[in-house]
């Protein structure tokens, strides 16, 4: 998709579709007028038919309209003008695309210059209209004999929104459209199927990714480089399959080498039986998407190298599938992860913390400024928060605060819960110097206890996105949450 910003009056300007704004109760916005004025009043015919009312995210479109050069008119609703904000703007922006996605419209003119947001300034919302037309153009077909028709949309511009720069809209644009490609590349990697998208599978497409940016170098380790460095517990996840585990390593130069960069720890698990702990059946199939923290990372890495951060950042993916099999690991076995703290695996289902846990320590290496993970990581995050929310559990309660404040800024938004001391006791263990999980009570907050144990010496922060990294039902598939979280957060770090 090619993205600019085109100044003009709207009446003049070709694109196969217009998109302008009708504020509540029928208020046509400057745009509208303009259009009204010029086409006989085809609007307002159309406001006093009572078929359009301007209330947020309705959308019509008007074909042929007379005297103007833009073949199609979309009319969308903003709502209450004192009410436009952020969100109020990504809805506008969603209902307007779906209705240009069903179009044949192959160039589209957002006319929506009159249109202040509230608490957000004209950058913002250009690059949102970018994001928001990437992901809108997404469908996922790779694994269907029938694929999915071509997007028709090629070209899409904006006009100079309100108290814009040019220059500025143009960048805007640009950011938006990477974040979006990114949200979309996480997005495939957690619809793929298990058969397909393996441990290895993420290993080749983060080599590729290295093959396609400078900046970017990767490492993958194999089962035998990580039995040398004694990462007994993330090995024991894979122990009974037979697909190879993997430690996959990215590492993105945009500072000076002796920078010390940012890191960021995805679970990658490609598909999540429990093992030996096996789940039940029903939904089993959702289990695949439990390597959306690492198609997160992936995907996030790839972002910061097309935004040419002026940071550096190291990506880990901790890949394993968990299967049942006569080596599967049993509960009650015990292993010894990297840091030398001997583990008891009491629940074989409860392995992505034994996958992270030896990452994390991996990771010190590289002495990281901050350490963000991000995991499916508990169904009881889920039972907490349904779908909208990153948990978010952290050591350190600035980074906590900024990507609260990141997460808000682009709607991808997480919620801290405790990390209390009073729940380390939990994961007690007579045989072990700690269990893998801490019984049926306050699941997320045991989780990230679990991981903080070995994160003792880092600026560290854990996003359980089990409930936001996918949908369930009619529309199954992956957010590629929380990438436009961990770009926005690695945006505002320095070098
Ligand atoms: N991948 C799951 C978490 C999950 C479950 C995410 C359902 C989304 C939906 C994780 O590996 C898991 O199985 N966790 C267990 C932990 C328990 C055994 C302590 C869980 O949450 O039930
Ligand atoms: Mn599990
Ligand atoms: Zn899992």
Known sequence: MRYSVKTGSPE?????????????KGALSDEAKKIDAVTGKTISKILQSGDFTGKLGEAQLIHNP?????????????GEKKNLDAKAAAKLLSSALKVIRASQAGSVHFALNSLAL????SNWFAARISQEAETASYQYDTTKSKKAKAYATKSISIGALAGGRRKNLEAALKRGQAIGKAVNRARELGNLPGNICTPSYLAQQATALADRNRSISTQVLSEKQMTRLGMGSLLSVGHGSAEESKLIVMRYKGAK?????????????????????LKPGAGMDEMKFDMCGAASVVATMGAVAELKLPINVVGIVAAAENMPSDRATKPGDIVTSMSGKTIEILNTDAEGRLVLCDALTYVEKFKPRSVIDIATLTGAA??????????LLSNNDNLASALIDCGEE???RAWQLPLWDEYQSLLNSNFADIANIGGPRAGTITAACFLSRFTEKQKWAHLD?????????AQKGATGRPVSLLVEYLSRQKA
């Open 118 to 121: 509230n608490n957000r300034d």
């Open 257 to 277: 080498v002796d920078s010390k960069p940012y890191a960021i720890v995805g679970k990658g698990i490609t598909f999540d039986t429990g093992g030996i702990s």
């Open 12 to 24: 003049k300007i070709s694109a196969d579709c217009i998109v302008i704004a009708i504020w509540n």
């Open 382 to 391: 889920v039972a907490t928060f349904g779908s909208h929310v990153n948990a």
């Open 410 to 412: 682009v709607l991808d």
């Open 465 to 473: 996105i089990a409930g936001s990294a996918w949908h369930s039902g």
């Open 66 to 78: 007379s005297k103007i050069s833009a073949k199609r008119v979309l009319l969308v609703g903003a």
